[in-house]
């Protein structure tokens, strides 16, 4: 097991751009606030030790509050800059979840 780190010292901010690839209908926490749950499709080329390499892939993301109500009325294409950060899905799960924090048009 890893010893335990204070949380300051590393950062957990990701940012990443990508095409609206689906949008599910916005859903409500039990106290009312708006989530918005969407799928990014993201390509680019990247250089890794000098060499190109062509990068794509598909990412869920979780939006909340006023933000999961503007990513729901965009249309599927658009071409959004999101930044965020990781955490589990749920307590039990392993898998990683997306948030999305802040976001901007970006033109193709």
Do not use: D
Not at 13 to 32: A, Q
Not at 56 to 82: D, N, P, Y
């Amino acid at each position: 097991m890893l010893p335990s780190l204070q949380l300051e010292q590393h950062a957990n901010s990701w940012v990443v751009s990508g095409r609206l690839l689906e949008i599910e209908p916005i859903r409500y926490t039990p106290s009312g606030l708006p989530v918005c749950e969407f799928k990014l499709f993201h390509e680019s080329e990247q250089i890794e030790e000098k060499i190109p390499r062509r990068v794509k892939f598909e990412l869920k993301a979780t939006s909340m509050g006023v933000l999961a109500t503007q990513i729901a009325r965009c249309s599927l294409g658009t071409l959004l800059e999101c930044q965020g950060f990781m955490l589990q899905r749920s307590y039990k799960s392993k898998l990683l979840s997306f948030h999305v924090s802040q976001f901007k048009f970006k033109s193709s």
